[in-house]
């Protein structure tokens, strides 16, 4: 739900859907029409028409129980790089990165400010350098992983970079 929306717009829709189909196997059971239905004011159908045949995937391919590795998460309908890096990370506490807009603009600006995120070329290397400082273990990486998201969205942000309070500053190749 949360691709390509913010937070404050699903909130509304999550819980609601969620008493519809509180199971993956809810989801595929159920005709799409009725997924479509209760996707409706949330827009991006392409989530809840991808959401539905994963569903079906997962129960027919994997007998029902989600995939943790990110190459089986990414042959998922609908699952791409980041959706698979969050979900191996959150859901199953495996070493794995995930690079949004927020992630991809602090470890430009820290660490490659000659970077530039919405060049595929610089992106690929974005996520490269996100690979290379993913801790140890799974059980950290879920907290990296906040941190690098929690950081992008109120400290680095794309409009104001609040240098002062931001906790990587003296690593920061940006710093102002």
Same mark, same amino acid.
């Given at each position: 739900?949360?691709?390509?929306?913010?937070?404050?717009?699903? #909130?509304?829709? $999550?819980?609601?859907?969620?008493?519809?189909?509180?199971?993956? *196997? /809810?989801? =595929? @059971?159920?005709?799409?029409?009725?997924?479509?239905?209760?996707w409706e004011g949330l827009g991006y159908y392409a989530r809840a028409?991808?959401?539905?045949?994963?569903?079906?995937?997962?129960?027919?391919?994997?007998?029902?129980?989600?995939?943790?590795?990110?190459?089986?998460?990414?042959?998922?309908?609908? #699952?791409?790089? $980041?959706?698979?890096?969050?979900?191996?990370?959150?859901?199953? *506490? /495996?070493? =794995? @990165?995930?690079?949004?807009?927020?992630?991809?603009r602090v470890i430009a600006r820290v660490f490659a400010p000659r970077?530039?995120?919405?060049?595929?070329?610089?992106?690929?290397?974005?996520?490269?350098?996100?690979?290379?400082?993913?801790?140890?273990?799974?059980?950290?990486?879920?907290?990296?992983?906040?941190?690098?998201?929690?950081?992008?969205?109120?400290?680095?942000?794309?409009?104001?970079? /609040?240098?002062?309070?931001?906790?990587?500053?003296?690593?920061?190749?940006?710093?102002?």
């Amino acid at each position: 739900m949360l691709q390509q929306t913010q937070v404050s717009r699903v #909130v509304e829709f $999550y819980g609601r859907f969620l008493r519809t189909f509180p199971t993956l *196997e /809810r989801i =595929a @059971a159920a005709p799409a029409r009725k997924v479509m239905e209760s996707w409706e004011g949330l827009g991006y159908y392409a989530r809840a028409r991808n959401l539905h045949t994963l569903s079906r995937t997962v129960r027919d391919t994997h007998n029902g129980e989600l995939p943790s590795d990110i190459a089986s998460l990414r042959e998922l309908p609908g #699952v791409g790089a $980041y959706t698979a890096g969050a979900v191996a990370s959150f859901a199953f *506490e /495996r070493r =794995a @990165a995930l690079v949004d807009t927020n992630v991809a603009r602090v470890i430009a600006r820290v660490f490659a400010p000659r970077l530039n995120p919405k060049r595929s070329r610089d992106l690929s290397r974005i996520w490269t350098l996100a690979e290379s400082l993913l801790p140890r273990t799974g059980k950290a990486t879920w907290a990296h992983n906040q941190a690098l998201m929690e950081l992008g969205a109120l400290v680095c942000t794309a409009r104001i970079k /609040r240098c002062g309070v931001c906790p990587v500053s003296t690593l920061c190749k940006s710093v102002e």
